[in-house]
RNA sequence: GCGAGGGUGGCCGAGCUAGGCCAAAGGCGGCGGGCUUAAGACCCGCUGGGGGUAGCCCCGUCGUGGGUUCGAAUCCCACCCCUCGCACCA
């Protein structure tokens, strides 16, 4: 019967589905209980293949240990916190067209249905039922359906209210103000999708070095606080409009934009008077630090929407500020038109704070010249300023004038320097982007500092117990764990609510939600019980049951269903997810529930490719995840995600690999079906039996390792594959009919269907139970049957095949077609010699020559020994030490004569076997060439 | 720039945490042969280069360069390149 997995998948998945095989409720007698989450998936889009595998290596294991025995619960829910699945509505209610395009190309949406897609519900809904749980149920995870819930349900809101409420009153969250992307025009804060133009860009921390005027403070921003004892005079652009605003009970004067930009940093501005650069030009300043008097000069670049639209001019240091000085020399008339006397700039000298190897020193003026830089507009002037920046910055030594800063290197110490001179009152700060950047709605956005809440991740003793809570974490892959211990180490305070999106509100703010990443660390708590929640749950409930001492009958009920399933056993997520959400999950978990109930493992999973670029909705490149399925079947999609990559490594999705896996699995079940639609044999076991059962009891012990340590590929590779080689020589070396061989390879596919289950449910279920009546995967994972680990065996075979792959090389160097070959054993002597080298612990020619020669039998043949010394040396050097040790128990001639039929089929010659002690017929003198487990042989 | 991981043959990938049995598993692809009326499937062989009428020999090779060692894909150092993360996108 031809291979067609859309009618045996469809029958196993209704099987599952009626029976309700993954859905579980506590069971004390399980002997053991397994819990297994992933991240769940943000169903903003369709889901595609590259999703798949996420949560099919989870379904793997899951049904790894169901076949161990193990209650294994395995559930799924929605994650549609936060902004982008309201965006997404937005942009589809307006037919903005890349949406409609993304929505109707990409993920397939039928246009009727956009009625459905324009509330945030009914978005999320539409992906939830008609991508993502259509194609997890084709792809037959083992999900428990029941425990289903989105994290805007109202019971989940009131979890996540208790979560949030419980930090709060063990000081875990604290308010502050922190910056963020504003939309003046709307008002509001944005996130990165609202951005229109500037996307990538992101804004910095500004040093505002707080120069005197008089009275008034003229506020100048630069990235380089360090500078400012470089400073020889200020730029202020001649057209640009500046006002005089009482900033947080000071005067300043800055630029108009740059006071509305103050304003929405948590400042108290009150714009006093417009002021015109002229009133300023030529005036002075005082530098607060070196108390120096310098001249506020004109330059048209300086940008009055940057900054404070004032800026120090650093000459010695700064390519920009030299050469504009340098053309206001040669150029007077700049100045005069302002009516400064151009004395002014001849009198100011660069004023060098700095060394650097490479340069003298005047670097700005060095680096200018080696750029042939005049203008002050060149953009060249650009490329020299970012190489020198760079190398000041990196190499910069501070001179003697720096006081205790000097001989510093500027990285190290501008950090210090910075807040050193801010808490003096000298400096001060604000944010600001190096370029404009826009809002979708067309308006500008600026950095605005908010209030906001935080997670204090920070808190030493938070940190200590989530450091703890690593230590019993069986970290997957391995090598993960340094990111792990450094992301703990590494984490400040996490702004957890945002202005507005889907998801819980904060208890005691309603303006504000918490933010997705902060309302998905303990989520795995909530499937244990989502059965028993129903709209009437409210915080205190959960308070009962996770926290209380005398907890009511309701909640008590509900605890242990908790406590049945908890603590997670393994959490699978992405690689990139370490930094953030999978280490939020230990903070949580750390903080929350007791140190029984933290979390047990954690395995991480690498990225999916398209065709060797990263996959991506708005480029078009994915794959729908149920087309694949649809086209070859989900064992196909399973098995071939499982072999191409280790869950942590990347993996890449391709078209011609897919359907060369739909092949192999077309092949394995023709043949599969065939033995097992033929007899069933007898078990009357031959070597070559046994042997062939002792490489299935290895495969299943290497099997068992890797699945043990997640490597689903390394146990898929030794079921599938290791196995398929064996069975091709099995099926070379004896008579397949044969009732004893039958019955063991019926016994072999009994195993092997069971090592596979995991991977490719449908196909194993259906073929194990046409086998044996019962589905695989209630038949148990296999064991090691001792009876059958013979090493014995394996160093015949190998014998054997060596034997024939010898033959082998011979025919092709000759090119020759022999009807009769003869086979020499080793004489006995040399196997003394075999035995010796092996019992040497180095075995050099002279120690083993050394052992040898003691005995008489030997010595009177010395050439002859030693030579056959070097020979088995290299020989045993050459293959497998333990083979050989083995092969000393073997009696070779009985194997070959043993083998001689097999040897006549495979050659179609006839065969003669000799012992080199004895050989009645050696035409071309073969015989002597003979090693104890390499047989020479002659063709003829 | 910082943090983490990685660079192996036409491709994917073992091996590298216990250095020698590693020209380097396995898969895929390719080539040749067998079987077949034929295609597919299946079976056998080859697949770094060169040589060989005897199972073999020579050269090169595991990002680059250097080092340790009798001996390195495996250990150490430097460099180059790639991926992920760097906090309000989830």
Redo the contacts with the bound molecule.
Sequence with gaps: MEYDPASIEQEWRDRWDEEGWYEVDPDEDADDVTFVTVAYP?PNGAMHTGHVRTFAVPDVYARYRRLHGDQVLYPMAW?I????IIGAVERLKERESEQVRILTEVYEVDEADFSELETPMGFARYFIENSYKYSMQLLGLSIDWRREFTTNDPSYREFISWQYETLHERGLLKQDT????FCTNEEQP????DILEGEEE?FQSYTLVKFRFGETVIPMATLRPETVRGVTNAFINPDAEYVRASVDGETWIVSARAAEKLDLQERTVEVLEPIGAAELIGESVINPITKDELPILPASFVDPSNGTGIVMSVPAHSPDDWVTLESLRTDPSQLEVHGIDSAIVEELEPIPILDIEGYGEIPAAEIVDRYGITDPDDPALEEATQELYNHEF?GGVLLEMYGEFAGEIVEEIRDTYQSQYTAAGHFDSMYDFSTPVICRCGGRVEVAEQD?W?LR?NDPDWRSKTERALEGVDVQP???R??YE?TIG?????????NY?LGTPLPWDDDFII???SD?TIYMAYYTLAPHLDDDVDRALFNEIFLADDPSDRAAAMRAEFEHWYPVDVRFSA???????LTFYLYHHAELFDEPLWPQGITTMG?GFLRGK?MSSSAGRVVLAHKPVERYGADTVRFFLM????PW????WRD??VA?TY??LA?FW??NLELIDGPSGERELTPIDEWLLGRLNRVVESATDSMEEFEI??AT?AAF??L??DL??Y??RTETDRPGARWTLREVLRKRLLLLNPIIPFMTNELHERLTGEPAEVAGWPGVDDEFMDPALDAAESLRG?????????L?????D?SLIRIYTAAEWKRGVLEAVIEAD?PTHGEVMGRLMSEERYRHRGDQVSDMVGAII?L???????TFEHLMDLDEMEIIEGSASFLEREFGADIEVYSEDSATEDP?D?AK??LPG???????
């Design positions: 943000y994650h916190t936060g902004t982008p922190h910056p963020v992307n944005v996130t990165t999708h992101e990196h906001t935080f991740y391995t090598n993960a340094d990111q450094h590494w984490l400040e305070e996490w702004p957890c609510i945002r999106g933010e997705p990443l998905s690689n990139d997810l370490i930094t953030n959400h990225m990263s072999t191409s990559a280790e490594q990347d993996f890449d011609d690999p060369d092949n192999q092949r023709r043949r590929r390394a590779q594959f290791e398929e080689d091709r020589w099926r070379r060596d034997l024939v792959d010898d033959i082998q090389s011979i092709d160097v000759t090119e020759s022999p180095e290299d045993v050097h050459d293959r497998s030490r333990k071309a073969r060439h003979a390499r047989p020479a042989i002659h063709l003829e």
